[in-house]
């Protein structure tokens, strides 16, 4: 009896270590995702977007965490709530005005996707007599390739490092694919039409 109790525990403690090396195993650096952030950021309103000198963007702070930075040299950003966002926008004269919203989402543990996106507002203050209140959201479209995010990060576990691309890099990659498999069609069809 005492040896099987033995023999459990050895085998419980010899599974437990095989557990943690296959799990931790394979090390890769921690991700600091508010760099992730940070450099969607200086990428969507620097190079894809490109903003006028001093310009500040409004991000819903909701989205993102707090302790990204705000100066970003070219442009700024200001983390203010929705409600504060919409109610700094209806007190301009013609009520109009855009914000942006980031999301962050995870493809296990080696590819995560920044995105960077926002509606245009029209805030109508209502008219004296009626004081009817409203809110027009116009969201835009990137096109129809399909999603896209602002920024992908991949993990390289070669170079132990993780790599940045951009939507143009994406969206390049993507068409250059779908002209492929086109041409690959094309050719395809060419070839029965030529059979007959």
């Known amino acids: 009896m005492k040896a099987r109790i033995i023999i459990a525990s050895i085998l419980c403690v010899v599974l437990s270590l095989t557990n943690a090396i296959l799990v931790y195993g394979q090390s890769r650096p921690i991700p600091n995702v508010d760099s992730f952030i940070e450099e969607a950021i200086l990428y969507h309103f620097g190079e894809f977007r490109v903003l006028k000198k001093g310009q500040t963007v409004l991000i819903v702070k909701d989205s993102l965490n707090a302790t990204i ?5 070219k442009f700024k950003i200001k983390l203010e709530s929705k409600s504060d966002i919409f109610k700094r926008i209806g007190w301009r004269l ?34 004296p007599f009626f004081r009817k209140k409203y809110i027009v959201l116009t969201v835009s479209c990137r096109g129809t390739s399909g999603y896209i995010p602002t920024a992908r990060f991949v993990y390289d576990s070669t170079a132990n490092r993780w790599n940045m691309y951009n ?30």
């Open 69 to 73: 930075k705000t100066d970003y040299g």
């Open 94 to 127: 013609n009520g109009k005005g855009a914000y942006e919203e980031t999301t962050v989402t995870w493809f296990g543990n080696d590819t995560c996707d920044v995105d960077i996106y926002g509606p245009s507002v029209k805030v109508n203050r209502g008219i």
């Open 167 to 196: 939507y143009s890099e994406i969206l390049k990659a993507k068409l250059s694919k779908e002209e492929e498999e086109m041409s690959a069609l094309r050719k395809k069809y060419y070839e029965e039409r030529a059979a007959k």
